[in-house]
């Protein structure tokens, strides 16, 4: 379970940013859709997905900044998810990415976490009570 940031989306929107949402199409793609911050449904692995048009794993590539959930994040960056590897993906494959934090709760900030060649470091942390910065 992530900390719930609904209310962070929605102020968000309102100061007219917007915000491009996962989409899970398959268990091999990672796609994209401009939330709203109201219209959702229950997507692939039962994870909440915003209900618009779907705008392809390249949609990524033009944002400014990346929230993506974490199981856990060490003390160097090293982020650990749960086995899938959507974001390391995506993350990997971008030509120019920007920062990246993970979204999860201050227990959940550990000294190390197991790491694979594939695995992509975040930026930086969002808890419910911080802001932590790795680089």
């Not at 968000?12 to 990672?30: D, G, V, W």
């Not at 390391?88 to 900030?109: H, I, N, Q, R, W």
Request: net charge negative; with cysteine.
């Amino acid at each position: 379970m992530d900390p719930d940031t609904a209310a962070h989306r929605k102020r968000a929107l309102r100061a007219e940013l917007r915000e491009r949402r996962q989409n899970l199409t398959s268990t091999e793609r990672q796609d994209w859709t401009i939330g709203d911050g109201e219209s959702e449904t229950e997507g692939l692995y039962g994870l909440p997905e915003a209900i618009g048009e779907l705008l392809g794993p390249i949609a990524i590539n033009d944002v400014d900044l990346i929230l993506v959930p974490a199981a856990a994040v060490d003390a160097s960056g090293m982020r650990m998810g749960w086995g899938r590897g959507y974001f390391d993906k995506t993350l990997g494959s971008m030509e120019k990415c920007p920062p990246v934090y993970a979204v999860l709760f201050d227990g959940e900030l550990v000294d190390e976490v197991p790491r694979e060649r594939h695995d992509q470091p975040v930026d930086g942390a969002v808890t419910p009570t911080r802001i932590v910065q790795f680089t």
